[in-house]
């Protein structure tokens, strides 16, 4: 089958290239997905389970991504909840061969059904960030209706989506951003938009929450903008400047089937959008990791195509 690989660490995105690899194979709880879309993350050449399994061995050729959305063409020994001929979307596991492949094995329970409605590039948008914005706000941050919220990266992957889940709890969205953003930010909910290049943070006052994903100073002045018992949450690093009588929280997204089912929901129904930016083929996607693609605005999807038509 084809895959995108990457074999020197060295060599960075220019490592990168599309081979023929075997077929997976389905371990225990597995199911081997046919890959129709796939998302990435830009930075995740750096990441040591790119090029490590979880004991530390070498296991390069390496295969990237981590979101997917397609259809289960076989079972595991063992897997239970999915079926040959689902839709699905999820995560692949970080330290094992990800999505950008014609097929891939993943555990079950980092998959949800994938409603009849929801266009496969569509479900590959939202995973990680997805799920990101979900374990942020509600697991980590409880935010609470009539609550406000402090969205760094208001109008990003993340940030849009957190933006648009805190609206649907009504919670007060305060976004953050350049001032590019400010017209995103507001098309997608957010009440208040903060200019971090040319407006004061810490003009914004008190907030319940604050759902960071910029990390160093930033991170450090919105410490003091938690009121009592508020919560700091961030995926960009440990936190620094903590809240003076709150909570701070720093968190790696986790695969969550039951989360996953909740945004497949919100997406059939309208409710959830994620920004696509740019739709790329599988032969594509070496060049999409290159620094000079990520200044599309939004998530970039990678098409695989089996020669057949599909959503």
Request: proline share 5%; aromatic share 4%.
């Amino acid at each position: 089958m084809r895959a995108i690989t990457v074999r020197d660490r060295e060599a960075g995105t220019a490592g990168l290239s599309l081979t023929e690899i075997p077929y997976p194979h389905a371990a225990e709880n597995d199911v081997i997905v046919q890959v129709h879309a796939a998302g990435f993350t830009p930075g995740e050449l750096a990441w040591p389970a790119t090029w490590a399994d979880r004991s530390g061995r070498d296991r390069t050729p390496s295969v990237p991504g981590h979101e997917l959305s397609g259809v289960v063409v076989e079972l595991g020994y063992g897997t239970t909840g999915l079926s040959v001929g689902q839709r699905v979307f999820g995560m692949a596991d970080w330290a094992r061969d990800g999505s950008l492949a014609e097929y891939t094995a993943v555990e079950a329970r980092n998959l949800a059904p994938l409603p009849a409605g929801i266009d496969h590039t569509t479900a590959a948008a939202v995973p990680i960030s997805g799920l990101t914005a979900w374990q942020g706000l509600f697991d980590h941050g409880r935010l609470a209706t009539g609550e406000t919220v402090l969205i760094h990266g208001s109008a990003g992957g993340v940030g849009s989506l957190a933006v648009q889940l805190a609206r649907e709890v009504g919670a007060r969205v305060i976004g953050t951003g350049r001032s590019a953003d400010r017209e995103r930010a507001a098309g997608i909910g957010v009440d208040t938009f903060v200019d971090l290049e040319t407006e004061v943070l810490e003009d914004v006052g008190e907030v319940d929450v604050v759902l960071d994903v910029i990390g160093g100073e930033i991170l450090d002045r919105s410490a003091a903008l938690v009121r009592d018992g508020g919560t700091l949450v961030t995926i960009a690093h440990p936190v620094n400047a903590r809240p003076r009588n709150g909570r701070a929280v720093f968190f790696v997204v986790e695969p969550d089937r039951a989360t996953l089912a909740r945004l497949a929901a919100r997406l059939r129904d309208g409710r959830l959008a994620p920004v696509v930016g740019s739709v790329r083929s599988l032969d594509e996607a070496p060049e999409a990791f290159a620094p000079g693609a990520r200044r599309v605005h939004g998530k970039t999807v990678i098409r695989v195509d089996h020669g057949v038509s599909r959503p």
